[in-house]
């Protein structure tokens, strides 16, 4: 299944823009995880399927290629998770939890790496945008709106 850019760019905006959609909320309630977290989250999702449903063979066939190349991405994210835990800063008695929006870079950053393995390019570049724009302009418009960030 070879998707059009147009599609491409489509899927992952939405991604990301329903996951900011659901993030706003966690933000106006004071919750420890927000917009960009929970839009980076989306969009790492979103790239790392658009990635392996284009991949020659994966969409169509349920062979033990498409398994291993599913398992191998299972496994990444799922040890990536652990590194991400680590820059979680959690205190209960003070109602803070920090650092969640890097542990959601951090997936996003091990996604792109499996794109860039699927040599998926231009979903690559699609997320590296719109990441970049996440962490960077939405972190204007919640400071200028004085939301919590994460």
């Known amino acids: 299944m070879e998707l059009e ?9 939405a991604a990301a823009g329903v996951g900011a959609a659901v993030g ?24 790392l399927t658009v990635s392996t449903i284009q ?6 066939n349920k062979d033990a290629l498409s398994r ?6 299972q496994g990444v994210m ?3 998770g652990f590194v991400g835990a680590g820059v979680i800063i959690r205190k209960p ?4 939890v920090k650092g969640l929006t890097t542990a959601a870079t951090v997936w996003l950053a091990a996604s792109l790496g499996i794109c860039c393995g699927l040599a998926q390019w231009t979903v690559v570049a699609v997320t590296a945008v719109l990441g970049i ?11 200028a709106s004085d939301i919590d960030m994460d």
């Open 5 to 13: 850019v147009l599609d491409i760019v489509l899927r992952l905006a």
């Open 24 to 47: 706003i909320d966690r933000n106006v309630e004071g919750k420890p995880i927000g917009a960009r977290t929970l839009a980076l989250v989306s969009l790492a999702a979103a790239a």
């Open 55 to 60: 991949v020659p063979g994966i969409y169509e």
């Open 68 to 73: 291993v190349v599913q398992g191998l991405i």
């Open 78 to 80: 799922a040890g990536i």
């Open 93 to 96: 008695d003070a109602n803070l």
């Open 133 to 143: 724009v996440i962490l960077v302009v939405a972190k204007k418009i919640l400071e």
